[in-house]
């Protein structure tokens, strides 16, 4: 059965980093796609950068240049550097993996999803 488990969040200043793991289990990390994407109260879900199995990136305008993704293979692990925090990053993120892809890939019924780790910043 594959498992995500995110971790690597918390609270902190604006201007602060953290960074976001994701440990898949039952699974390698190489699946044909994974992301991470947040949800703040009141708010849809958002994507926030992806990753594929060739390595490449695509990121949304809000992590652009300060939320970079990777992955390390030897530990099974997806990540995402947060850098620069603004109270407006503040969100519950979580981590997704699909084996098939495709346009709104988060949506397949194929998709795993980590429960999340929650993300504060403060002013």
């Known amino acids: 059965q594959v498992q995500l488990v995110e971790s690597g969040g918390g609270s902190v200043e604006a201007a602060g980093t953290l960074r976001l793991s994701c440990v898949v289990s039952g699974h390698s990390v190489d699946f044909y796609v994974m992301g991470w994407f947040r949800q703040s109260p009141g708010k849809a879900r958002e994507g926030v950068a992806v990753?594929?199995?060739?390595?490449?990136?695509s990121y949304a305008d809000s992590g652009k240049g300060r939320f970079p993704i990777y992955k390390e293979d030897n530990k099974n692990t997806l990540y995402l550097q947060l850098m620069d925090l603004r109270p407006e990053d503040t969100a519950r993120y979580y981590c997704?993996?699909?084996?098939w892809g495709g346009g709104g890939w988060w949506s397949n019924p194929s998709v795993h999803w980590g429960q999340g780790t929650q993300v504060t910043v403060s002013s």
């Open positions: 997704a993996a699909d084996e």
């Open positions: 990753i594929y199995c060739g390595g490449g990136t």
